[in-house]
Nanobody, 116 residues
Framework: QVQLQASGGGLVQPGGSLKLSCAASGGIFSFSFMAWYRQAPGKQRELVASIRSIGTTNYAEGVKGRFTISRGNAENTVYLQMNALKPDDTAVYYC??????????WGQGTKITVSS
């Protein structure tokens, strides 16, 4: 019933910025953990950034200092601000959320292409 809906993907030049958004719908819920994953061509899906309900954040080494994950006031939204984008950031990005009871939800993929 619960769905995660992502938006914000597209084509951007190297050094540019994009902001991804993800919102949950379909029920009353509270997420203890929300995250963004990505999967580049020929590579396995990897965790990019995560944020817990208490506010703790973690980032993949390759995006530290460039990406910022945050949660909206509605508690059912998560954002990923991506700055100084590189061609290696090109991937399909996926929104992820986990409830305190460890029920896992995935959003649809949104494609980010970083190219001149």
């Amino acid at each position: 019933q619960v769905q995660l809906q992502a938006s914000g993907g597209g084509l951007v030049q190297p050094g540019g910025s994009l902001k991804l958004s993800c919102a949950a719908s379909g029920g009353i819920f509270s997420f203890s953990f929300m995250a963004w994953y990505r999967q580049a061509p020929g590579k396995q899906r990897e965790l990019v950034a995560s944020i817990r309900s208490i506010g703790t954040t973690n980032y993949a080494e390759g995006v530290k200092g460039r990406f910022t994950i945050s949660r909206g006031n509605a508690e059912n939204t998560v954002y990923l601000q991506m700055n100084a984008l590189k061609p290696d950031d090109t991937a399909v990005y996926y929104c992820h959320a986990t409830t305190p009871a460890w029920v896992v939800y995935w959003g649809q993929g949104t494609k980010i292409t970083v190219s001149s």
